[in-house]
């Protein structure tokens, strides 16, 4: 048991970097390709995830016949991707300019994607 839960956690440790999904790519531009598509798919998942959250939203509101739950997810939605924009931006300046610039903003975009994807389908249960 214990060796499972090792293994489940270094797997999902270096699921953690999409630059590490990466593995079998042989050069920055193959990483840069590979968590570009990574971060495409995670978009799709969040333009889904978001509108199933709405979805439930829009229930709710109808059954308590209040409308404040769809207001609060999109400005919690807005917020998240200002976060999201500024946060990503600030890893990105941590390399200093330097060729993995754009791999470490992709992958933390893709990352924190992941993230908000749990999160609106959790407000959607």
Do not use: H
């Amino acid at each position: 048991m214990r060796f499972a839960i090792f293994v489940l956690l270094l797997s999902s440790s270096a699921a953690a970097d999409p630059a590490l999904e990466c593995g079998d790519a042989s050069s920055q531009v193959e990483i840069g390709t590979c968590v570009g598509d990574m971060e495409q798919r995670v978009e799709l998942a969040l333009e889904t995830s978001y509108a199933i959250a709405m979805q439930s939203a829009k229930e709710l509101d109808d059954v308590t016949q209040r409308v404040v739950v769809q207001p609060a997810l999109e400005a919690s939605q807005d917020a998240w991707i200002r976060y999201r924009d500024a946060q990503c931006e600030a890893v990105g300046a941590s390399y200093g300019g330097g060729s993995g610039t754009g791999i470490g903003i992709t992958s933390c975009r893709v990352e924190l994607g992941r993230a908000r994807v749990d999160e609106l389908l959790r407000l959607a249960n």
